[in-house]
Structure formats: C-alpha cells, structure tokens
C-alpha cells in the first residue's frame, strides 16, 4: 500500500522565482493538504484541496496557489518566491468524507530553499 | 481561533526514564486530539489520536487522554528507549485543517 509521495525532495530556487511542488496522496484518500514547516516550528496550514477545489485555506497570501487532478494528487505552486519561503513543504492525504476526525497522513516532504 | 500550547523542549532523558509532553488546547466545539511525531530527516508519522472526550489514544507505550475539563491532551511514556528521539507534535482537527504545537524536541541517551 504505497503511502504519500512527494517530488522533489530538494529544491533550490532564487529570489523572485516560481516552483510547482507535486504530491501524490496514500491509496484510497481523495483529500490532499499542503503545509509549511519552517525550521524548528510546527507545521503550518496552507490549504485543501478536495474534488479539485480548495476548500479551506489558511492565513497564506495568493502567491501560494494549488491544484487537484481527477486522480487526486495535486500540486503546490508558489509565485514570485521569497527568502521567507525557504521551509520544508508538507502534503498530507485523507478521506475526504466523515466527521471531525480527519486522519491525516503524510509524505516525507520537499526541502525548498530559496536563495 | 483553536490552538495548540505544548511544552517547550527540548527534553533529555535517560533510557527507561518516564517522558511525559504537556499540551493544551483551544478551540471551539469538539476537535478531535493528535499527537504526531517526527524523525530527523523524515515527514510527519500518526502516533496516537482521539476522537472525544475522555478518549485513551495509545501506540508503541505512548498514551494520550482526551481531558475536554482541562482543555489538555499530554503524552506519556512509562519507559524511553532511545530510538524514541524525535520532535513531538500534539495537534487539533477543527474544519478540515490541523492546527499544531510548536513541536517538543526529545532526546533519549543510553
């Protein structure tokens, strides 16, 4: 049962650049959601994306935009990249149906550097 | 807004000590409880959750109860092996996102 995936692993990118960062969600999840974790924090929500629309998003500005695809992997892309953005890119997957208690289950990350 | 307090670290213990985490929380209405943990290098593994109150969420010797009186969600273990160095997340689901702690940085010597 292959869990999540995310490529790359590792990216560098300058100042004022653009990235797409890509995820693949764990067999069976239909919902996929991007965090940022910068170094020695916890993990920050960006948003979700389920039935190919974002459905919730958290306090990140229009810079930080995504998408899903039918077969449900989705892929972060961030605009116009800033030094701040250098953090470790998190995707979790889960089911997107239910009650609160959203399990969610995640990949092992992109390291994204921006220099 | 929900949030998550946990105790700073980092911590070090020695193998076979007992490792207690300290979280509270904030949130409105009844988020489900998690604590997720973090190996150098590596994303975010489940360690345990709960659902509701008064819930015992438990895995590898780690134990997490669901205090709704005490808005609290500590993680305990009786026995630390060294292999349990890591970063420990408790976090909260509240409207489809995760909201997490700082994170508890662990190291168990032999």
């Known amino acids: 049962d292959a869990g999540v995936t995310q490529s790359p692993t590792h990216l560098i990118k300058t100042r004022g650049q653009q990235v797409t960062l890509r995820c693949s969600p764990k067999s069976g999840h239909d919902t996929v959601s991007w965090y940022q974790q910068a170094l020695g924090q916890g993990p920050q929500f960006i948003f979700q994306?389920?039935?190919?629309?974002?459905?919730q998003r958290g306090n990140f500005p229009d810079r930080f935009s995504g998408h899903q695809f039918p077969n449900y992997s989705s892929e972060l892309n961030v605009n116009a990249l800033l030094l701040g953005d250098s953090a470790l890119y998190l995707c979790?997957?889960?089911?997107?149906?239910?009650?609160?208690?959203?399990?969610?289950?995640f990949g092992p990350g992109t390291r994204l550097t921006v220099t | 807004g929900n949030s998550v307090t946990q105790m700073e670290g980092p911590v070090t213990l020695s193998e076979e000590a007992f490792l207690t985490i300290n979280c509270t929380y904030t949130?409105?209405?009844?988020?489900?409880l998690f604590w997720y943990v973090q190996y150098p290098g590596e994303g975010l593994q489940l360690l345990l959750k709960a659902t509701k109150a008064d819930d015992k969420g438990s895995n590898k010797g780690f134990e997490a109860t669901y205090r709704k009186e005490t808005t609290s969600f500590h993680l305990e273990k009786g026995s630390v092996q060294v292999s349990d160095s890591a970063v420990y997340f408790c976090a909260l689901s509240a409207s489809y996102k995760l909201s997490f702690g700082a994170g508890t940085t662990v190291t168990v010597r032999a």
């Open positions: 949130a409105t209405g009844y988020p489900s």
């Open positions: 979790a997957s889960s089911l997107g149906r239910g009650g609160q208690s959203y399990e969610q289950y």
């Open positions: 994306y389920y039935e190919e629309e974002e459905r």
